[in-house]
């Protein structure tokens, strides 16, 4: 019996070792390209391929950073993260209201026609964002939004499929025994939702709110169809046109590269544990 009990242990300590040492192993794997990155836009230029492999530089140095930071065009870096953070934050407001609404609306109200309009939802899902990009350029142009950040922000404030699909499993999972309890005492639908609802599913929207301004930050399609004047550019797009005017300064590039990821992880660390909520199993339950 003791020596069953050892080989089950034993098969079950060399299969921990093993997933363990595959998960490190995938992990450094993802890491190294960002750790190089970094590791890079500390070498001088001459070394940044010829000591390529090691990511501890012989000869430290920040100047591309400051190299980096002087822009082009006579537009520091400085404006193209404001640029982004501007569209990124209304994207992100935008897209947590619209779609919370609408997938209170989906999930609570039982409407004429309420099927169809979730079936829709769910075909937009299927469409990939290539499909749309022309029809859209040719939209906005003939709305004379191409050269503003409208086409960049509008859209956000109309939900996507994925997001409104999301909220909805939250709210799905909220007892509708609550509503009924408000009804009773004199709430509307909106106060339904705005009292009992939204405070109910918080991780959803930071989800939500958090994938949207990761999107709309690192969107570089957006900025090259829509952008065309330097002093609008966002950092997505900044970074390209940098690398183009500058005669390919590596190390500067990666610096800049270096200073877009900070707000990135600024805002994984704060809403760290709502992300991962709102993305586990248990959240999507419906």
Same mark, same amino acid.
Not at 264 to 286: A, R, W
């Given at each position: ?33 960002? @750790? ?55 994207? *992100? ?117 958090? @994938?949207?301004?990761?999107? *709309? ?38 610096a800049m590269s270096v200073l877009s990821l900070v707000p ?10 709502? @992300? ?11």
């Open positions: 019996m003791n020596e069953k009990l050892h080989s089950v242990s034993l098969r079950r300590n060399v299969g921990r070792a093993v997933y363990h040492t595959l998960m490190l192993l995938t992990s450094v794997a993802m890491l190294y390209p960002v @750790l190089w990155m970094i590791a890079s836009s500390f070498k001088p230029n001459g070394e940044i391929f010829s000591n390529a492999t090691s990511l501890i530089p012989i000869e430290f140095t920040v100047q591309h950073y400051i190299d980096g930071w002087r822009g082009f065009g006579n537009y520091t870096f400085g404006t193209f993260f404001s640029n982004s953070l501007f569209v990124a934050v209304l994207s *992100s407001v935008g897209m947590v209201f619209s779609s919370a609404v609408v997938a209170f609306g989906l999930a609570r109200i039982q409407f004429k026609g309420r099927q169809f309009w979730f079936v829709l939802m769910i075909i937009t899902m299927m469409l990939p964002g290539q499909v749309m990009m022309i029809p859209r350029f040719v939209l906005f142009n003939k709305m004379g939004w191409v050269g503003t950040y409208l086409p960049m922000i509008a859209p956000s404030f109309f939900g996507s499929g994925f997001n409104i699909f999301l909220i909805m499993q939250f709210i799905r999972g909220i007892p509708r025994d609550m509503d009924e309890a408000a009804t009773i005492d004199g709430c509307s639908w909106y106060g339904i939702f705005a009292k009992i609802i939204l405070p109910m599913i918080v991780p959803s929207l930071v989800t939500v709110g958090v @994938l949207t301004f990761i999107g *709309s930050w690192e969107d570089f399609m957006g900025a090259l169809l829509y952008l065309n004047k330097p002093a609008m550019y966002t950092v997505a797009y900044a970074l390209k046109m940098f690398n183009d005017s500058s005669q390919a300064d590596y190390g500067a590039t990666f990135v992880l600024i805002l994984f660390f704060f809403f760290q544990k709502n @992300l991962v909520e709102g993305i586990s199993i248990q959240g999507l339950k419906g």
